[in-house]
């Protein structure tokens, strides 16, 4: 589903993401884990087409299409979905109109019938209720005042509402509380099917727990530097990320090679 | 084309007496006279007059021929208004024209006919505007011409309930300065909704000098909604003076969604302890629109309260001014004034000049403001992207929330969507193309 190649990239002339390359196919989980400043964010936002993030080399295929061709909204439409580590506070946009747009124009794009607002309602509520999220929501203006869990709320209410295709979520689980984190991973599962691929970018392994990965990567210094099973992460969690700044990424690659 | 002020005050005759006015009150034609002297005195305002500085009214100068002079000739008799009005329409500047109902203890005068009694508060209100200095020259010429518009009085702790005032121009009335006057008297505790609008079929060169006076009693409630949409070559000018007694309150929304040249004065004096004005608009220009809005909050008293709140939209060419005053005189102590202004531009060409004025001789007051000029957040719209909406779509949901906010706190759910269509379809006519 989505093939990264030797993808150079960064921003304001310096280099983030060095020869990164990773391999997505339907009906995986992927976990992207490494420590703060290795480059998750920066592949969160080159995959959904940040302005300002220039690609200096290699190429992302998704669905036999070369991405970087396209415009971020036309990688929505095409059914690819970032869940921000900061979402975005928008006063004086409602929630459920901006929702409704959203999934109009993707279903425009792809030729189906836009939803009025009773069918879009109908099917909100829906995707409330199986999150365990209060309709309170709906009235709001985008993030608007939401404390921090709200707005991990609001971006996987929105990823449930999208249902996309890939499925990018960009530390969706910092600085959640228990109830939170297990709603998050709740919408995740949720979205687990044969047609779907999921990345979670994390710090963390406690995510984890709650979501069983495919694969697991360790991203440092802009590059994978090593793939494996759940038990990568348990690694990772156990060991901290120091010991693969001084020669542990053989050790890393032992395990993958496992 | 040369503008020269001089000879637009000089086309106009010496002596008020000159036309042919009908019935009135003794002492009107000496405050016209007054007005005139005024009017001729100043000339039109240009940029040697720093509340004008920005906006020139050299359009109006053009293209009046120098026989302008209000409407004069054959006068239809003064149609009595109906005892009962909700709508009034006022043609060119001419006799209003009412329909709908209107509540018990409500009355509604053609000025015309008020103008022709001895009604001693109206001769206050009329000869207490002031028409003294070099900015208050169109004020003038609106007094010299004093002759058509609405008296409007509502009894002491009436609630008159909603009135739209439509203001037309027609082809007839092309070329010629439709000057109007309306005068609002609130007593104790009354209040009034007020829709004005100001909009004229097809691409007519209306040309309009308005002035409205309102006087409000202790407690009275008057909110004042303004729209204006008019054509590109309309040149439209309006004072309004609020007078506000102990615990009243004046509530100004003014949306500028075209026209030519528009220049609003607003201002509210709060003369007496705890009284509020909230003065607050909208502006979305395009192609070379002007618009210019000068708002005046005076506190004159203690405890009292008011809020600016303003927005701007500016595509093409187009030109804004925002001029922001705060006066708080000596002893006002326990004032509270909040001021904020922002404004997108969408174009390059566009130029906004927003002048935030805080002229303070309290000791105790709380006055804050903030003014931003600038382009769409890139954060928000790429957020908005990410989850489809294309770029065009995107700026246009976050261009009119930034307008929206202007008429988020009106009370009136039905009139507060109409504005909000009508903001959004004067969004798209301004093109929410890449800035």
């Known amino acids: 589903m989505l093939n990264i190649k030797n993808l150079r990239a960064g921003i304001d002339g310096k280099e983030i993401l060095r020869g990164l390359d990773l391999e997505v196919k339907a009906g995986e989980v992927h976990a992207i884990m490494g420590p703060n400043g290795s480059g998750k964010s920066t592949l969160g936002y080159v995959v959904a087409g940040r302005e300002g993030y220039e690609v200096t080399g290699g190429e992302i295929v998704y669905r036999d299409k070369d991405l970087l061709e396209l415009e971020p909204e036309e990688r929505a439409c095409e059914g690819i979905f970032l869940a921000f ?28 019938e836009e939803l009025d ?37 609001n971006e996987i209410f929105q990823m449930a509402v999208l249902e996309p295709s890939l499925a990018i979520l960009d530390e969706t689980d910092s600085g959640l509380d228990i109830d939170a984190l297990k709603m ?15 990345v979670l970018v994390t710090h963390y392994q406690r995510l984890l727990d709650y979501v069983q ?37 053989s ?8 | 084309m040369t503008h020269d002020p001089a000879s637009f005050a000089e086309a106009w005759p010496d002596d008020t007496t ?31 007059v720093e509340r004008w500085k920005y906006t020139r009214l050299d359009g109006l100068d053009q293209r009046m021929p120098v026989a302008t002079k209000p409407v004069s000739g054959a006068v239809d008799k ?26 018990d203890g409500v009355q509604l005068y053609a000025l015309e006919q008020a103008l022709s009694g001895g009604d001693h508060e109206l001769r206050e209100l009329l000869e207490g505007l002031d028409i003294s200095g070099s900015a208050s020259a169109m004020a003038a010429l609106n007094t010299a011409s004093l002759r058509h518009g609405l008296v409007l009085r509502v009894d002491a702790n009436v609630d008159a309930g909603d009135m739209l005032v439509q203001w037309v121009a027609s082809e007839a009335g092309s070329g010629s300065l439709a000057n109007a006057r309306i005068c609002i008297i609130l007593e104790a505790g009354a209040s009034l909704n007020l829709v004005e609008q100001f909009e004229s079929a097809g691409e007519v060169l209306s040309q309009a000098n308005v002035v409205i006076q309102a006087r409000l009693g202790p407690g009275a409630r008057l909110n004042h909604v303004r729209v204006v949409q008019e054509s590109d070559q309309a040149i439209l000018v309006t004072a309004t003076d609020v007078d506000q007694s102990a615990g009243s309150q004046y509530r100004y929304t003014g949306l500028d969604l075209g026209g030519g040249t528009v220049r609003h004065d607003v201002r509210a004096r709060l003369r007496e302890e705890g009284a509020f004005c909230s ?47 705060v006066f708080v005189a000596a002893g006002a102590d326990g004032t509270d004034a909040e001021q904020s202004s922002a404004a997108l531009l969408l174009s390059p060409l566009a130029e906004i000049d927003s002048k935030p004025e805080l002229e303070i001789y309290a000791d105790e007051v709380v006055a804050s403001h903030g003014a931003t000029v600038g382009q769409l957040d890139e954060n928000q719209l790429f957020y908005l992207r990410s989850r489809g909406l294309d770029r065009a779509s995107a700026r246009t949901l976050l261009t009119t929330a930034f307008c929206r906010s202007v008429v988020e706190q009106l009370p009136n759910e039905r009139l507060r969507g109409q504005l909000e269509a009508r903001l959004e379809e004067s969004l798209r006519a301004i093109g929410i193309h890449d800035a």
């Open chain 1, 184 to 198: 998050v991973a709740e919408g995740v599962n949720r979205l687990r099917s044969p047609d779907r691929a999921i």
């Open chain 1, 85 to 112: 580590q900061y979402p975005v506070e928008i006063p004086g946009v409602n929630n459920t109109y901006f929702l409704r747009s959203a999934l109009n124009a993707q279903r425009k794009y792809r030729g189906e």
């Open chain 2, 78 to 103: 003064p149609a009595p208004l109906a005892e009962a009005a909700a709508r009034v329409v006022i043609s060119d500047g001419g006799q209003p024209v009412v329909g709908g109902e209107l509540c």
């Open chain 1, 117 to 153: 607002a009773v069918g879009f309602l109908k099917l909100v509520r829906e995707k409330l209720e199986v999150l365990h999220i209060g309709d309170e929501l709906l009235k709001r203006a985008v993030n608007e005042g939401f404390s921090g869990g709200e707005k991990k709320r």
């Open chain 1, 213 to 249: 990965p495919d694969h697991v990567h360790v991203l440092a210094k802009g590059r994978i530097v090593a793939s494996g099973g759940p038990d990568l992460a348990e690694q990772l969690e156990e060991q901290g990320y120091a010991w693969l700044e001084d020669g542990g990424i």
């Open chain 2, 18 to 48: 000159a036309f042919d006015w009908p019935a009135q009150a003794d002492w009107l034609p000496e405050l016209r006279q007054h007005a005139l002297g005024r009017f001729r005195e100043h000339g039109l305002p240009g940029r040697q």
């Open chain 1, 251 to 258: 050790e890393i690659d032992q395990v993958s090679a496992a």
């Open chain 2, 279 to 325: 003065l607050s608009g909208a502006s979305l220009t395009r192609g070379r629109n002007h618009v210019d809005n000068h708002l005046d909050a005076e506190h004159h008293a203690m405890n009292c309260s008011s809020r600016q709140y303003y927005r701007a939209v500016l595509g093409d060419r187009s030109r804004t001014v925002f001029n922001g005053r």
